[in-house]
């Protein structure tokens, strides 16, 4: 008898194991949304009208013997799933994969790609005539928003805020923060580091409404659009009975070695929900889900299990397709013009089409 397995939630992580596990398991994969969201190209699909459809990508073809079902885990325990529809399922082994959520457009807050689509076609109307343009955050998706605006828009002002010292974390290298802020220079884009906002922006955020702001130093900032480009928040609040145990006040949840949550044997964790001490990635997730397949493989037929480790830190940034710096462990440094080919031209578009079994005009 093969395992039966349901995965909750379908991005990056839940696709990669679903896919994994199909053709050893019963595989119910759990997705609210109706389809797959490639999150590493919302960015570009917001100045790029060519890109907007292009990042939703439908499920048909992800699995040949599982299914998807379309609906949402409302509460998880270490019996079973239950549904938003009222449907419980009662698997032998259950992954959770249901991510993060973010501030638009970084990440959909409609909950479809026909809602999606249109809230991407109306900011990008809102956002075209912005003169001024101002972004909180000068993580990744600050700096990366900041990169697609100003290729999309070279004659735009824009200025990023934040009130850390300098752009990223701590944990990337000094030449890949150093040759970040070259290129934004060289751009034009503002970077107020080491400040914060006195108070809020007074209008919404995504939405055309000119506004001042007081700068920390009390100088006066004015804009005629604002981005969040701060704010993940693990999505972990259906956890229950004695799964709830495994999460933290941050909403991340604990996993072993074996990306197994405590005391568990049959529940797994993985991607941006994990506490792992790593940083949030697609690819990360991905890792995950290969050790996951494997050990509920092995569950199932008596082998062994492995462990994941966090590989050294890593990112590919693309500021425009033809911008951006990336440091690995393997590859190394890359200026822009290395980015661009590695990920900024395409943002790997065709690795998850494929992934979802969409090759040629499927
Ligand atoms: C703008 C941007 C660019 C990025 N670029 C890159 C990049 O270039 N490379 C990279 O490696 N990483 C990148 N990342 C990070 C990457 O997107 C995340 O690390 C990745 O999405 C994590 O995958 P996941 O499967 O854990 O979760 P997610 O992709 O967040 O997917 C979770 C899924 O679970 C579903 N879900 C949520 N709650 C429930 C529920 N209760 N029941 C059922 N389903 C549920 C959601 O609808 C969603 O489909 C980027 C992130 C952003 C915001």
């Known amino acids: 008898m093969e395992p039966s397995v349901t995965v909750v939630g379908g991005g990056y992580g839940g696709v990669a194991v679903a896919k994994a596990l199909d053709p050893v398991a019963d595989v119910v994969l759990v997705e609210p949304r109706d389809t797959f969201v490639h999150t590493v190209a919302t960015l570009r699909a917001l100045v790029d009208p060519q890109w907007t459809d292009q990042i939703f990508l439908p499920y048909r073809r992800l699995l040949t013997r599982g299914r998807v079902v379309r609906d949402?885990?409302?509460?998880?325990?270490?019996?079973?799933?239950?549904?938003?529809?009222?449907?419980?399922?009662?698997?032998?082994?259950?992954?959770?994969?249901?991510?993060s959520g973010?501030?638009?457009?970084?990440?959909?807050?409609?909950?479809?790609?026909?809602?999606?689509?249109?809230?991407?076609?109306?900011?990008?109307?809102?956002?075209?005539?912005?003169?001024?343009?101002?972004?909180?955050?000068?993580?990744?998706?600050?700096?990366?928003?900041?990169?697609?605006?100003?290729?999309?828009?070279?004659?735009?002002?824009?200025?990023?805020?934040?009130?850390?010292?300098?752009?990223?974390?701590?944990?990337?290298?000094?030449?890949?923060?150093?040759?970040?802020?070259?290129?934004?220079?060289?751009?034009?884009?503002?970077?107020?580091?080491g400040t914060s906002l006195r108070e809020q922006p007074p209008v919404e955020f995504a939405v055309a409404k000119t506004f001042t702001v007081l700068a920390g130093d009390g100088s006066e900032l004015t804009a005629d659009i604002w981005f969040r480009c701060y704010g993940v928040v693990p999505a972990t609040g259906y956890l229950s009975g004695a799964l709830a145990a495994a999460r933290r006040p941050d909403g991340h949840v604990e996993v072993t070695g074996q990306l197994r949550l405590p005391g568990q044997h049959n529940v797994f964790a993985i991607g941006d929900l994990t506490a792992l001490p790593e940083a949030k990635m697609a690819r990360a997730a991905a890792q995950h889900a290969a050790v996951v397949a494997a050990n509920i493989t092995a569950l199932a037929n008596g082998g062994e299990l492995i462990s994941y480790t966090p590989p050294p830190p890593g990112i590919s940034l693309p500021l425009g397709p033809a911008g951006g710096a990336s440091y690995s462990e393997d590859r190394g440094f890359l200026g822009p013009e290395g980015t661009a080919e590695a990920k900024g031209r395409h943002l790997r578009l065709d690795a998850y089409r494929e992934l979802l079994g969409l090759t040629g005009n499927s």
């Not at 938003?84 to 992954?95: C, Q």
């Not at 150093?178 to 290129?183: C, N, S, T, Y």
């Open 72 to 99: 949402t885990a409302t509460s998880v325990d270490e019996t079973g799933v239950t549904l938003a529809s009222g449907a419980r399922l009662t698997p032998d082994f259950v992954v959770l994969a249901t991510g």
């Open 102 to 193: 973010y501030p638009f457009p970084a990440k959909m807050d409609a909950p479809d790609s026909s809602g999606a689509t249109a809230r991407i076609r109306e900011t990008h109307a809102a956002l075209a005539p912005a003169e001024r343009v101002l972004l909180l955050g000068a993580g990744p998706v600050g700096l990366e928003l900041a990169g697609e605006i100003r290729a999309a828009w070279p004659e735009k002002s824009i200025t990023i805020v934040d009130p850390a010292p300098d752009i990223l974390s701590g944990q990337f290298s000094g030449e890949l923060r150093a040759e970040l802020r070259r290129q934004l220079d060289e751009f034009g884009i503002q970077l107020l580091l």
